[in-house]
């Protein structure tokens, strides 16, 4: 393997306060890891371990930590002149719809980088955007209605309680819990002023589907490959079938004890795995992604499978979902995983 110079580019806030910044390469000691406990509270353990495991495989690696100034991503690309851009941005200036813009420049700058696309993130960061494209390509997908802030709010007949109340741009499952799920009007308005007035947003309303939830991963460029579907478990539920990912699900340490909450291999028959990889591919291909991506679905009692979300350049911490289900294909180790995504994101520079 050709060691490399990489330029890690992530929010300026989540940038390891063991690394050092631009201005030197990362000196990283022997055995340097972040402590498993502390991993759930702290913020940045996906750019922790990217920096750390591409420098592990002989890399020449710099993070660049950016908020609001496109400059510092010049100057930093003309001073080190990397090989390619690891991006780990998830938002610019604040709005998570600007993700797609950076990676804009970037390919105005004529610099190669990992993960998706500006056409594909932006599709993929409007819910109903995503919902619309995945509907003409007849992909299941469960009903919704957009609610726009300060605009009256109506709401469509067509919907069908339990409903759940999302953030319509916002990823992590940002204003996800469990008052979420409702099951009248009075609640779901309640709701939808929660995300307009404490998030600041606008809100995307969907029904919600009981059963089980998978995720699926692809990496891959115009060829992809699918990793193994990907189940979370609610051991301690008394009816998992009603459980969702919340934000207390994902980084609340004793709720998930409370819960029982772990993630695994989906057991499912042979022919519902295809259906569900078929499902992802799909997906992937419909809205124009490449690099990596996770796709969300749902399936429900009569094993009816339902893409809830689709999301480009997630969480790849070693201990994320789409890490860990891609340990199982081909044994995979993460230095493999890293290795994927940077010749995906160098091949899709030259077209292939």
Known sequence: MKSQRILVLMHSDLVPPEMPTIEGLMDIPDGSKLADKDRLETPWTTEYDVLYHLAAMGHKVKPLGVYSDLSKIREGIEAFKPHIVFNLLEEFDGEAVF???????LELLKI?????????????RDKSLTKKVLIYH??????????????RTKVPKYLRYPLIVKCLDEDASLGLSKASIVSSEEKLLERIQYIHKKIGVDAIVEEFVEGREFYIGVIGNYRMELLPVWEVFYNNANKPEKEFYSRSAKWNDKYRQRKGIDSGKAQLSADLEKKCHDIAKRTYKSL???GYARIDVRMDADENIYVIEANPNPNIAIDDEFAESSYYKNQWDFHKILQKIINNGLSWNKGS
């Open 99 to 105: 993700d797609s813009n950076v990676v804009s420049y």
């Open 112 to 124: 190669p980088y990992t993960g998706c696309n500006p056409r594909g993130l932006m599709i993929a």
């Open 138 to 151: 007849r992909i299941k997908t469960p009903k919704f209605a957009v609610f726009p802030k300060n605009r």
């Open 288 to 290: 124009g992604l490449n």
